[in-house]
């Protein structure tokens, strides 16, 4: 099965800046890929040269097969982009908007307003659809750029930011109708800077930094590759670090290291359930008193940041280069 899409090592360069730095990466038909990164990663850069509208320096990109430099005109059809900025125009109404794209997708007459009407149904914008968009909210306009991306019927919708800067309503009912296409079959490229948009949205991810492919795969694994669920154990005297210390090390719990600033002791788990059974038992024996216990899961900000943040550096990048 030939990819919906397809990137092989592409750049783009402004100038001396190096927005893409030799990004490769496919989205299987029918999936959502979420591009994840921080401001100026290069997520938009991407996505303009996947929608035809900036062409790459190096590499290349295919539209179900169709390269989008030598085929511009046949990957067009295909593609439906949601920009990261509101692209429709805010003196005409919303229903007119429509109008005007169905007309480019060389509709005609009733079947153009027809379609008009049904994409206003279908985004709660019938009755907004009469005025103006300079008037509409954040969320409306938002809403009305993703029908107006969607009222070609396009085999590949490309988001941009979909939902920065809505609210959390707008944004459920902007998730919900991104599933409902996913699940009819349309192939979804997303950027955002959301872990928690990723893991809604997306079978997989790539996480961009600088222009590069810094992390892959699917929200579980990038979870588990910053090592999963830690217990802590914090017993109720301080000075009984050393002893618990001896107690995990002799029950065979030798990953345990003590974090004295903070008080505890940390245990990455990784044998399951029957490893915080053992753990406890193997305390309750030695009869230490236990101030506290609870496990630590990485959350996706967690996860995002580890990646991106500053401290992340050549470790990571030399990771992805696998
Ligand atoms: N038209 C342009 N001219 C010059 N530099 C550009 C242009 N477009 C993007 N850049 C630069 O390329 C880099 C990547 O920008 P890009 O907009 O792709 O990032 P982004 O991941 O979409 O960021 P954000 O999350 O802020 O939208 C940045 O350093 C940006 O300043
Ligand atoms: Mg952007």
Do not use: C
Request: hydrophobic fraction near 40%.
């Amino acid at each position: 099965m030939t990819a919906a899409i397809r990137i092989e090592d592409l750049t783009k360069n402004f100038g001396s800046t190096a927005a893409v730095r030799g990004v490769s990466l496919e989205v299987p038909a029918g999936r959502v890929l979420g591009l994840l990164g921080p401001n100026g990663a290069g997520k938009t850069t991407l996505v303009r040269m996947v929608s035809t509208l900036i062409r790459p320096d190096g590499g290349r990109i295919l539209v179900h097969g169709h390269d989008v430099v030598r085929e511009a005109a046949r990957v067009r059809p295909l593609i439906g982009l949601t920009g990261q900025y509101a692209s429709v125009d805010e003196d005409i109404s919303g229903w007119e908007n429509l109008y005007l794209i169905a007309r480019l997708f060389n509709l005609r007459g009733r079947r153009a307003r027809a379609r008009a009407d049904e994409m206003l149904e279908r985004f709660s914008l019938t009755e907004a659809g009469k005025r103006p968009v300079g008037g509409y909210s954040g969320g409306m306009r938002r809403r009305l750029d993703l029908a107006a991306s969607l009222t070609g019927d396009p085999r590949v919708l490309v988001l941009d930011e979909p939902t920065t800067g809505l609210d959390p309503h707008s944004r459920n009912s902007l998730w919900a109708e991104v599933n409902r296409l996913a699940e009819q079959g349309t192939t979804v490229l997303l950027t955002t800077q959301y872990m928690e948009e990723a893991e809604a949205l997306a079978d997989s991810l790539v996480v961009i930094d600088s222009g590069r492919v810094i992390a892959a795969g699917s929200t579980a694994e990038l979870r588990s590759r910053l090592g999963g669920q830690t217990l802590h154990i914090r017993p109720e005297h301080p000075g009984d670090l050393p002893r618990v210390h001896q107690v995990l090390m002799a029950a065979g719990h030798t990953a345990a290291t003590v974090v004295a600033d903070e008080g505890h002791l940390r245990l990455p788990l990784t044998g399951g359930g029957g490893q915080l059974t053992a753990v406890v038992r193997a305390l309750g024996e030695a009869d230490v008193p236990l101030g506290a216990l609870h496990t630590h899961i990485p959350s996706l900000d967690e996860v995002f940041l580890k990646l991106t943040g500053p401290a992340a550096g050549a470790p990571v990048a030399a990771r992805s280069a696998a």
